[in-house]
């Protein structure tokens, strides 16, 4: 099964509204990573959080860390249209060689209204 | 900027050819990634390479091969395609320590 697991499946909001996506996962982790995908498109990276922090922020978006539950989540505030995509978390491990190996959750498709 | 590019985004194969998916960046990264992506089942790692002409298994290996002769170029090979590999595949890259990880395009393949 996948590391990470994103709550909601699906997401619907109005433009101006705030969006949230809840990520838990199950083993120990290094860091914790947020991605954007378009439709049809590759991943961006979003937002990186060490599992030493509980939140990060970067402009509208905001990620919080609980290690203790094995959770985070992605807040995006003030959404618009083009925050309309499908959203990933994804946990690491280290590789032996250096850099990290990421496993992937199934996403949270957001879609911004007008 | 950062660039990652993949030499096809659409691609049609039939069942038993051999495929090739090259995949290119320009960061000097020494990390490479190929992902496949399934509606349902999110990214799943086939192979990485952490340096040339070193590869480790993924999560789903298994009828695929990959080959990375060069630092900026990392080859996904399907030896004989089959149906179920018809899928989108993702290339990434990262630098050595760093955990974020830069992505193609994407090539969309579908096996007939």
């Known amino acids: 099964s996948q590391q990470g697991e994103e709550d909601p499946q699906a997401l619907s909001i109005q433009e101006g509204e705030n969006a949230t996506m809840n990520c838990s996962y199950k083993t120990s982790i290094n860091n914790l990573q947020w991605y954007r995908q378009n439709s049809g498109r590759g991943l961006v990276h979003l937002i990186l959080?060490?599992?030493?922090?509980r939140e990060k922020h970067s402009g509208r978006l905001r990620v919080t860390l609980d290690t203790s539950k094995k959770s985070s989540s992605l807040l995006i505030t003030a959404s618009r249209a083009a925050d309309t995509a499908s959203y990933f978390c994804?946990?690491?491990?280290?590789?032996?060689?250096?850099?990290?190996?990421?496993?992937f959750g199934t996403g949270t498709q957001l879609k911004v209204e007008l | 900027d950062v660039k990652v590019t993949q030499s096809s985004r659409y691609l049609v194969k039939r069942t038993g050819e051999k495929v090739f998916l090259e995949c290119v960046q320009d960061?000097?990264?020494?990390?490479m990634f190929w992902y496949r992506q399934d509606p349902g089942l999110g990214l799943r790692l086939i192979y990485f390479?952490?340096?040339?002409?070193?590869?480790e298994k993924g999560d789903i290996p298994e009828g695929y091969s990959v080959s990375r002769e060069k630092k900026e170029r990392f080859s996904l090979i399907l030896e004989s395609a089959s149906t179920n590999q018809t899928s989108m595949y993702l290339c990434?890259?990262?630098?050595?320590?760093?955990?974020?990880?830069?992505f193609g395009p994407g090539t969309r393949l579908t096996v007939t």
């Open positions: 959080i060490r599992s030493n922090e």
């Open positions: 390479s952490y340096d040339v002409k070193m590869k």
């Open positions: 960061m000097d990264h020494e990390n």
């Open positions: 994804a946990t690491d491990a280290i590789l032996t060689g250096g850099g990290n190996k990421l496993t």
């Open positions: 990434a890259s990262s630098p050595r320590f760093r955990g974020e990880q830069y």
